[in-house]
């Protein structure tokens, strides 16, 4: 008994290691999720507030819709209502009696308007374009979210980058001081040398952790522009290929040409003037007439104390049925000037749109122009940068044999790499710079920003 008792302890200290061992996998599987760049923007499209309120606004939009479609039908309504009566009533001259009477009415109408100066008919279509023209916000809404992320994932690959190029330098640091420390004990340098390594090396080890402070904010940036917990939070490391010239568009002229045929806010800019042109349609019906058409059924049942031989209420009701029509048109004579001041008003509306049209294809074309212009100079800085860096560290190399035989100083030295780390800053710099701005104009050419 002892011996099963044994084993069902081993068996279930077994089981109790084998769960927790899961719950960690699990743990650490949680942990080491990393978010691509294509998960950041498909995230931030879908959970973005702006995003659902504007997609709210589309379900509105369609009960818009619903609301002018159901104006072209006629409205049907029904009517009950019961009455009592009591007090004294005056039953032949001079005669008063107390007096109890009922009344039932019952009716049923039917009513349709016929003609409004295609009133109707333009606001149902303004209630479409208005749904299209949300639509298009929607979309312009998510470039500008996708744009954004992007920007915020290059800034913290950029940081990245900068933070392994400072741990380098803390390496290098390290080993220079130990050779230092070498050198002194062998009576080659002085001492003095070894405080200036381990100036350089507090140095470096203090670029190292500006640079991953700098790594961390660019993250939490990250995630709270994605609206998710920071802890944890990491995102997976692209390797930015070294960039060519190739990014960049021979010529603004396709971009231009492009954009001003398919960017959204050209398109809101034309559906403004459409819907504008609807407001002024609809302020002219002001001045038609207007017909409508209706039907009525109905009938009723009365009752009183001073009655005799009254019908019965079935019969009451079908003897007191009848039928009305009406017909009615309304014309326009004066309106004390409403009618002109609302159009004249939907026409200067109308006038304000098209400048509006034009004020965003100049703003479109002057955006693109400064964008490319921006490219190229960061493309001539991204060249000047490599060039600036090959020839630093071919001055660097031959610093450090110089220092090996003796023939320079270590702060000379120091010189030497402080001018190669500015370099290699300012060629990730100009890299990450470039490759931005070439994405700005491939979110103009309506490219994907992911690739």
């Known amino acids: 008994m002892k011996k099963k008792n044994n084993f069902r302890k081993i068996h279930m200290k077994n089981y ?3 769960l927790a061992f899961m719950i960690l996998c699990i743990s650490v599987s949680a942990q080491q999720k990393k978010w691509t760049l294509q998960e950041c923007v498909s995230y931030a499209l879908e959970n973005n507030i702006t995003v659902k309120q504007t997609e709210n606004a589309l379900l509105s939009n369609e009960q818009d819709i619903l ?3 159901g104006q072209f039908l006629p409205s049907v309504s029904a009517s009950a209502s019961q009455g009592l009566s009591l007090g004294t009533s005056l039953v032949a001259e001079g005669i008063f009696a107390n007096r109890t009477s009922h009344s039932t009415n019952l009716g049923v109408s039917v009513s349709q308007n016929v003609f409004n100066g295609f009133r109707t008919l333009n606001l149902y279509k303004q209630s479409k374009l208005t749904r299209e023209t949300n639509e298009l916000e929607l979309n312009r809404i998510k470039d ?17 980058e900068n933070l392994e190029t400072a741990e380098v330098q803390y390496q290098f640091s390290e080993k220079q001081l130990t050779q230092v420390k070498n050198l002194v004990d062998a009576g080659v340098q002085p001492r003095a ?3 200036d390594a381990e100036a350089t090396l507090s140095r470096d080890t203090q670029q190292v952790t500006i640079a991953d402070n700098n790594y961390n904010l660019a993250l939490l940036a990250l995630s709270q522009f994605l609206q998710v917990p920071f802890n944890n939070f990491d995102v997976v490391i ?3 290929n070294t960039p060519s010239e190739g990014l960049l568009y021979s010529s603004v002229t396709p971009v231009l040409n492009y954009a001003l045929e398919n960017r959204i806010e050209i398109k809101i800019a034309e559906k403004n003037i459409e819907n504008a042109q609807l407001n002024t349609e609809i302020s002219k019906s002001g001045y038609l007439p207007n017909v409508s058409l209706s039907y009525g059924f109905g009938t009723n049942a009365f009752y009183s104390n001073l009655a005799n031989n009254q019908a019965a209420f079935i019969d009451q009701l079908d003897d007191n049925k009848g039928h009305s029509f009406n017909l009615r048109v309304g014309i326009p004579i004066f309106s004390r000037f409403q009618n002109k001041t609302s159009v004249a008003k939907s026409k200067i509306q109308e006038d304000n749109s098209k400048l509006r049209l034009d004020q965003a294809k100049l703003d479109l074309e002057s955006n693109i122009q400064r964008a490319y212009t921006d490219a190229q100079a960061a493309l001539k800085a991204y060249m000047a940068a490599k060039k600036s860096m090959a020839s630093q560290e071919l001055a660097f190399n031959n610093s450090k044999e110089r220092y090996n035989i003796g023939s320079m100083t270590s702060f000379e030295l120091e010189q030497a790499r402080v001018q190669l780390i500015n370099a290699q ?3 990730i710099n100009a890299k990450y710079d470039f490759v931005f701005k070439t994405k700005v104009l491939d979110f103009y050419m309506g490219r994907s920003l992911t690739n």
């Open 16 to 18: 109790f290691l084998f």
């Open 67 to 69: 609301a002018a479609k």
């Open 144 to 160: 500008d979210i996708s744009l954004n992320v992007v920007n915020a994932y290059l800034n913290v690959l950029f940081n990245k």
């Open 193 to 195: 040398n070894i405080y």
């Open 238 to 240: 692209i390797d930015i």
């Open 425 to 427: 800053s300012s060629l």
